[in-house]
Nanobody, 120 residues
Framework: QLVESGGGLVQAGGSLRLSCAAS????????MGWFRQAPGKEREFVAA????????HYADSVKGRFTISRDNAKNTVYLQMNSLKPEDTAVYYC???????????????WGQGTQVTVSS
């Protein structure tokens, strides 16, 4: 129901745009979020966008570098990632949920993840 794409290998300072295609059921009334998980670390919140008013919030580590957006006509959420750093390397997951939150338990549906690797 959630399918991510757009991951890959990029040099530090570069950019990538992740996409997440959702079904109508998991997109239309939900907050959409992005999380990431690096090897040996817990899954962490990256960004979220609320359905009702397109409000957004970000983890401090990505503020000013990443931008989340949603296209309601396409049931798709994006994560534009600029000025990438090696510490951004992780598997990135798309999620949808009813709460405009930053905890994994706020989200009900998850994608399979897409790998982002930033080389130094």
């Amino acid at each position: 129901q959630l399918v991510e794409s757009g991951g890959g290998l990029v040099q530090a300072g570069g950019s990538l745009r992740l996409s997440c295609a959702a079904s109508e059921r998991t997109f239309s009334s939900y907050t959409m979020g992005w999380f990431r998980q690096a090897p040996g670390k817990e899954r962490e919140f990256v960004a979220a966008v609320r359905r009702s008013d397109d409000s957004t919030h970000y983890a401090d580590s990505v503020k000013g570098r990443f931008t989340i957006s949603r296209d309601n006509a396409k049931n798709t959420v994006y994560l534009q990632m600029n000025s990438l750093k090696p510490e951004d390397t992780a598997v990135y997951y798309c999620a949808s949920g009813r709460a405009f939150g930053s905890w994994a338990y706020d989200y009900d549906y998850w994608g399979q993840g897409t790998q982002v690797t930033v080389s130094s």
